[in-house]
């Protein structure tokens, strides 16, 4: 018992004809220059620069509190000079420890 009644044979072409459009739509809509694997490529690009962005704001603000410090911080130039410089103040002593001698230079007894 069918639900609909047969379609006439000369209906049947455009029936055809319409289901290989609406096909043919839905693959466009998927697969064409706009489609959705586009949509979601450029998400995942979108997605991977704003995490860039975010990144080099962090990094910005973090160089601007340094510039600040370098400006206004006498304490914080005197750290940077004693690490990166190796700079002492007058009389002060700085002591420099190496790496022990290796056992095979060592004489034994």
């Known amino acids: 018992m069918a639900l609909l009644p047969p379609t006439p044979s000369k209906h049947k072409g455009i ?13 466009a809509a998927i697969y064409g220059d706009h489609g959705l694997v586009h949509l979601l490529r450029m ?8 995490r860039t962005a975010f990144d080099l704001q ?6 601007r509190e340094r ?6 911080d006498d304490s914080y130039i005197e750290k940077l000079a004693r690490e990166r410089l190796g ?11 190496g ?5 095979a230079a060592r004489p034994i007894k």
């Open 43 to 50: 998400r995942g690009e979108q997605r991977d620069l704003e």
């Open 15 to 27: 029936v055809v004809i319409c289901v290989v459009s609406l096909v043919l739509f839905v693959v």
């Open 99 to 103: 790496p022990p001698t290796p056992a």
């Open 87 to 97: 700079l002492v103040k007058k009389h002060e002593v700085l002591y420099r420890v």
């Open 67 to 72: 510039i600040r410090r370098l400006h206004s």
């Open 58 to 63: 962090q990094q910005n603000e973090h160089l």
